[in-house]
């Protein structure tokens, strides 16, 4: 049996836990982006995310959506995370000399108030190394990164091959 002394904590272990949560608190505040308020991010807007069905494990598929930005700043899609997917990549298309060719690139910049359709024949996100089998009628969620909106949540719609 304990004594009833081990669990009412001391007042130097009260005041310790209580500074420690201010300072806490504080440094919360102080990492937390200026647009934490939901500014920019209620600005960036994705909708029609989908990729095609994939038959097997561990090809790639190209995400593919529309991005409206309604701020009056532009932002740039830095990163996605899909639990479907090893890897993903911000790709461009060049349209050199020759034919076509995908580019791997560091980020996709969202001009000021406009939309982009991310699409296999332009700028787009490759899925590589999916992790399991995309049936037509499925969906999954995943994290959109952008540079000053943050992170936004997305629902990618499965569609039967093409």
């Given at each position: 049996?304990?004594?009833?002394?081990?669990?009412?904590?001391?007042?130097?272990?009260?005041?310790?836990?209580?500074?420690?949560?201010?300072?806490?608190?504080?440094?919360?505040?102080?990492?937390?982006?200026?647009?934490?308020?939901?500014?920019?991010?209620?600005?960036?807007?994705?909708?029609?995310?989908?990729?095609?069905?994939?038959?097997?494990?561990?090809?790639?598929?190209?995400?593919?959506?529309?991005?409206?930005?309604?701020?009056?700043?532009?932002?740039?899609?830095?990163?996605?995370?899909?639990?479907?997917?090893n890897f993903s990549e911000k790709h461009t298309?060049?349209?050199?000399?020759?034919?076509?060719?995908?580019?791997?690139?560091?980020?996709?910049?969202?001009?000021?108030?406009?939309?982009?359709?991310?699409?296999?024949?332009?700028?787009?996100?490759?899925?590589?190394?999916?992790?399991?089998?995309?049936?037509?009628?499925?969906?999954?969620?995943?994290?959109?990164?952008?540079?000053?909106?943050?992170?936004?949540?997305?629902?990618?719609?499965?569609?039967?091959?093409?």
């Amino acid at each position: 049996m304990f004594a009833a002394s081990t669990f009412v904590p001391d007042q130097h272990c009260i005041a310790t836990f209580v500074g420690a949560a201010v300072l806490m608190l504080h440094l919360g505040a102080a990492v937390t982006p200026a647009h934490g308020g939901g500014g920019e991010a209620e600005a960036v807007k994705i909708s029609d995310a989908w990729v095609h069905a994939a038959e097997q494990v561990g090809g790639n598929v190209v995400l593919s959506m529309t991005i409206k930005n309604e701020a009056d700043v532009a932002d740039a899609l830095l990163r996605v995370r899909c639990p479907v997917a090893n890897f993903s990549e911000k790709h461009t298309v060049d349209r050199g000399e020759g034919s076509p060719a995908m580019r791997a690139i560091p980020s996709i910049p969202i001009a000021a108030s406009s939309t982009i359709v991310l699409k296999p024949d332009a700028y787009h996100v490759m899925l590589l190394q999916t992790r399991q089998m995309l049936a037509a009628g499925e969906a999954f969620n995943c994290a959109i990164v952008f540079q000053k909106a943050g992170t936004i949540e997305t629902e990618v719609k499965v569609h039967g091959l093409p």
